[in-house]
């Protein structure tokens, strides 16, 4: 029987690859390295690779999202 972290039955998740994280943003490898370097995008290593929660991608673009201005704002 299992005990610590793992015993529990972890939610489901969909982990992403490098390639398909700078696909989903539309963005070079390369900016998703720095991105990790930067430590701004979580990630895990698995075997030394790097994989990425998709939820957590989610949560990087909701948190870059612009909301558009009032009507009254625009016309200044």
Do not use: C, N
């Not at 005990?3 to 998740?13: E, N, V, W």
């Not at 701004?40 to 673009?61: K, N």
């Amino acid at each position: 029987m299992p005990i610590g972290p793992l015993a529990a039955s972890p939610p489901s998740r969909k982990l992403l690859t490098l390639d398909e994280v700078a696909e989903l943003l539309r963005i070079s490898k390369t900016s998703v390295y720095r991105l990790v370097e930067r430590r701004v995008l979580p990630f895990y290593r698995v075997s030394g690779l790097l994989r990425f929660d998709h939820a957590d991608i989610e949560a990087f673009l909701g948190a870059g999202r612009v909301e558009p201005m009032g009507k009254k704002q625009q016309h200044l």
